[in-house]
């Protein structure tokens, strides 16, 4: 069972289509390394991600609460998370 994440930040990541119409779940990390790009941990950092649902194309809504994120998918369901700590 998913449980929904809590209010937290907004992110929006778009995802692109292969030619083969798939998106590769690397697409998940985009969401984090583009939050990372301001202030990477000079200590480096470890994170977990688990995929609940195969990638789309199209836009995602990541929100955030203190080390956790959540991603949307466009039909409001979780289709991954993301724990990380520096």
């Known amino acids: ?5 809590p209010e937290g930040r ?9 030619r083969a119409g798939h998106v590769d ?6 969401a984090l390394e ?3 790009v301001a202030g990477e941990p ?3 950092l470890e994170a977990e991600m688990e995929h609940r649902a195969p990638a789309g194309p199209g836009e ?3 929100l955030a609460d ?3 994120r959540w991603i ?7 289709a991954a998370t993301i724990r990380w700590a520096a």
Do not use: K, Q, S
């Not at 069972?1 to 994440?5: D, E, G, R, S």
């Not at 992110?11 to 692109?16: E, K």
């Not at 949307?72 to 979780?78: F, S, T």
């Open 25 to 30: 779940n690397a697409v998940y990390w985009a």
């Open 34 to 36: 583009e939050e990372l």
């Open 42 to 44: 000079a200590g480096g």
């Open 1 to 5: 069972m998913v449980t929904l994440p």
């Open 72 to 78: 949307m998918d466009p039909a409001g369901a979780v």
């Open 10 to 18: 907004v992110f929006t990541h778009r995802a692109h289509r292969d």
């Open 60 to 62: 995602a809504a990541v």
């Open 66 to 68: 203190g080390p956790m």
